[in-house]
């Protein structure tokens, strides 16, 4: 299971929310290269960064951020955040991201989010599966659309689709536990997806427990940032 640390960007700085509140921010540190570095160091070698000004925005914001940890590490990162057209996907990969995340445009333009699988391969697209409820969650968690989950997640692995990121965002920075039995149920029903589960990791149970379940990965935030998990208890799941 790849164990794949977060950085999420404000303003250029290291940020966790919780439960996606803007207004519920805690910056933890102003260099987020320096973290990408500590995390590569430890052994380390996947990074999920969020551009959370372009998640809300819409369009990419904090690329200059990516292009420095592409360029000052060996990391594979995954880019997320507001990404809704073409420009924006070229900028991500130019500034060096090596999969990108589309979540919001997968619900609402998705011609454009199909078109990205089609030019650049499943490898290389991530489908964001943020869910409130039983809904996708989109605009930087800050709306609720009318598609459920599991019908849209089958209608996209249908359409090619390959890897998704599956935040429960009520779990999110809670650090109170995973939503393991909603990742039981997407293993169940789509074996073939790479499930990569994101949101409440609190301790090193919550990595033990997506483990058994086979999942492709886990993203981890705050309870890195919180000191709850080490990195040292990290490298020991990949």
């Excluded at 404000?10 to 570095?37: F, H, M, S, W």
């Excluded at 819409?58 to 809704?84: C, F, P, Q, R, Y």
């Excluded at 427990?209 to 709850?228: H, N, S, W």
Aim: net charge negative; with cysteine; charged share 30%.
């Amino acid at each position: 299971m790849h164990i794949i640390p977060a950085i999420d960007l404000i303003d250029g700085k290291c940020v966790r929310l919780t439960q996606g509140d803007y207004d519920r921010k805690t910056i933890y540190n102003e260099d987020p290269l320096a973290v990408a570095r500590e995390f590569e160091a430890a052994g380390l070698k996947r990074l999920h960064v969020v551009d959370l000004d372009g998640a809300r925005g819409g369009g990419i914001v904090n690329h200059k951020i990516l292009e420095k940890i592409a360029g000052g590490t060996s990391l594979h990162v995954d880019w997320g955040g507001g990404m809704k057209s073409d420009e924006d996907l070229r900028i991500a990969f130019e500034s060096g991201a090596a999969q990108v995340t589309g979540g919001t445009i997968a619900v609402k333009n998705p011609e454009v989010f199909l078109g990205w699988i089609e030019r650049f391969g499943a490898e290389k697209i991530i489908l964001g599966t943020d869910v409130h409820g039983d809904k996708i969650a989109v605009s930087g968690w800050e709306e609720s659309s009318d598609r459920e989950l599991f019908e849209f997640l089958q209608d996209y692995v249908g359409k090619g689709v390959r890897y998704t990121i599956c935040t429960d965002v009520s779990k999110d920075g809670l650090l109170q536990g995973t939503a393991r039995e909603l990742y039981a149920r997407i293993r169940k029903e789509q074996p073939d997806v790479h499930l990569i589960a994101s949101g409440g990791v609190a301790d090193v149970s919550d990595l033990e427990a997506l483990a058994k379940l086979d999942c492709f990965g886990v993203i981890v935030g705050k309870a890195i940032y919180e000191g709850r998990i080490s990195l040292e208890d990290l490298v020991k799941f990949q």
